[in-house]
């Protein structure tokens, strides 16, 4: 079983998204996808058109109380693990209990023969929960969008990591992701040229094609069920196999 934690501390970078489509694509080649909601925002959630959900269904007695996974809901093939506004309590009660963080990361090892994939969308924050995820991940998937700020992010995305790392030695970033690319702009192409020169590795620049990722948002489904054999559908193919093949997941026929 791989986790793999989809982290930007900064909002807007594209994790829900990563989270959502690659999730979806690797449960169509047969992966076994567990996919874990930690912003209480619940955008994740939202996106795969879950709702009712329950505090009790989320990770809080996970983290909380260091209570085994909850049941996952089923949504589009994947198994999902949703969250809910008061998720955020989570991060109050979490400070000062010892190992907290890891409480996460044993769940899931418990789980390890139910699963070929987890992919965890982490919220938008340094927070308790953030590194609830980083703490339970083998690898990280970083989505960077080819803007300034996302140029602007890189120095707290170091120093996240290095701290990250002091708890999780063997933890590595799997896989950098260029999102919102729009080739038509030259500020978008010197960003990119930037984050190929100084990230390693990088995957295959997502284009920005917002109709498609808006509406299939507002659906409740993956672009893979809303728009399949669209452009937009073999953008996310495409990313499903970089990241696949930057954690060493095989990649079965169907991925372009």
């Known amino acids: 079983m791989k986790v793999l934690t989809v982290f930007n501390h900064a909002g807007g970078?594209?994790?829900?998204?990563?989270?959502r489509e690659v999730g979806y694509e690797l449960s169509q080649q047969g992966h076994r996808v567990l996919l874990i909601d930690l912003d209480p925002q619940a955008n994740l959630t939202g996106w795969?058109?879950?709702s009712e959900v329950r505090r009790e269904d989320t990770v809080y007695s996970v983290a909380v109380d260091g209570q085994a996974l909850p049941v996952p809901r089923r949504a589009h093939g994947l198994s999902l693990i949703p969250a809910h506004v008061s998720l955020a309590l989570a991060e109050n009660q979490m400070m000062g209990r010892v190992a907290a963080h890891t409480r996460l990361r044993r769940a899931l090892q418990s789980a390890e023969?139910?699963?070929?994939?987890v992919l965890i969308d982490s919220p938008p924050s340094l927070g308790q929960l953030s590194i609830l995820g980083a703490i339970a991940a083998?690898?990280?998937?970083?989505?960077?969008?080819t803007r300034q700020k996302g140029l602007d992010a890189l120095p707290g995305l170091t120093e996240a990591f290095q701290e990250y790392r002091d708890a999780r030695p063997d933890l590595t970033v799997a896989l950098y992701v260029p999102t919102l690319y729009d080739a038509r702009r030259l500020h978008d192409r010197e960003v990119l040229a930037a984050l190929q020169e100084n990230l390693s590795p990088l995957a295959r620049a997502v284009p920005q094609?917002?109709?498609v990722w808006l509406d299939s948002t507002t659906a409740?489904?993956?672009?893979g069920v809303y728009a399949p054999g669209s452009p937009v559908h073999g953008d996310v193919q495409r990313l499903a196999e970089d990241v696949a093949r930057a954690v060493g997941l095989p990649v079965r026929g169907g991925v372009a």
């Not at 023969?113 to 994939?117: A, E, P, R």
């Open 138 to 145: 083998d690898h990280m998937v970083v989505p960077v969008p």
């Open 113 to 117: 023969s139910d699963y070929d994939l």
């Open 209 to 211: 094609r917002e109709a």
């Open 13 to 19: 970078a594209g994790k829900t998204s990563v989270t």
């Open 48 to 50: 795969l058109g879950v």
């Open 220 to 223: 409740g489904q993956p672009v």
